[in-house]
Antibody, heavy 119, light 108 residues
Framework: QVQLVQSGAEVKKPGASVTVSCKAS????????IHWLRQAPGQGLEWMGI????????QYTQEFQGRVTMTWDASTNTVYLHLSSLTSGDTAVYYC????????????WGQGTLVTVSS | EIVLTQSPGTLSLSPGERATLSCRAS???????LAWYQQKPGQAPRLLIY???IRATGVPDRFSGGGSGTDFTLTISRLEPEDLAVYHC?????????FGQGTKLEIK
């Protein structure tokens, strides 16, 4: 059974950066991709990007280009989301989710991490 | 870029009734990459349907998906109080993964 366990809630000031972790277990990692998505309060889901393996390139949606980095630590099976230059508009719950290669859907999700950006 | 429009925005029905949720794409999309998710209050989304009509593991057969081209539906027969949730449709295209704005299902 796939399990994705995320790090805890964060409170940041505008202009700061945040790193959220997602520890994966219970599956063959070479068969899966990991995605990051977010959901602002009362809003829908927004896809941020994908990391396909510890060695492969990440792909980010245009909105976050230049201030997002996704990395994969193969030694601990943990994926990281780093988001910089935070504004109040980045206040959201951030989710990691897995995709079985080329299935085009998100079959397992982390529990979510609330990031609050406030002065 | 493809836009997914879900309707209605909110649906209020009684237990035992049938719910029909719509997801319309701004251009024809592949059924292979159309998925539906259920998000209960305070929880992460859960995959319900993928490939437009295939139930994910453990999903009750009260949930069914259908459609093709630009029009897709999620049908929940025999509503139960636990079906209270927001339902999201999602599509993949070359530039990424797109979601509709969600339909909130209220149980009277």
């Amino acid at each position: 059974q796939v399990q994705l366990v995320q790090s805890g809630a964060e409170v940041k000031k505008p202009g700061a950066s945040v790193t959220v972790s997602c520890k994966a277990s219970g599956y063959t990692f070479s068969n899966y991709y990991i995605h990051w998505l977010r959901q602002a309060p009362g809003q829908g889901l927004e896809w941020m990007g994908i990391i396909r393996s510890s060695a492969g390139p990440s792909q980010y949606t245009q909105e976050f280009q230049g201030r997002v980095t996704m990395t994969w630590d193969a030694s601990t099976n943990t994926v990281y989301l780093h988001l910089s230059s935070l504004t109040s508009g980045d206040t959201a719950v951030y989710y990691c989710a897995s995709e079985k290669k080329e299935s085009y859907n998100f079959d397992f999700w982390g529990q979510g991490t609330l990031v609050t950006v406030s002065s | 870029e493809i836009v997914l429009t879900q309707s209605p925005g909110t649906l209020s029905l009684s237990p035992g009734e049938r719910a029909t949720l719509s997801c319309r794409a701004s251009q024809s999309v592949s059924s292979n990459s159309l998925a539906w998710y259920q998000q209960k209050p305070g929880q992460a989304p859960r995959l319900l349907i993928y490939g437009a009509s295939i139930r994910a593991t453990g999903v009750p057969d009260r949930f069914s998906g259908g459609g093709s081209g630009t029009d897709f539906t999620l049908t929940i027969s025999r509503l139960e109080p636990e079906d209270l949730a927001v339902y999201h449709c999602q599509q993949y295209e070359l530039s990424g993964y797109i979601f509709g704005q969600g339909t909130k299902l209220e149980i009277k």
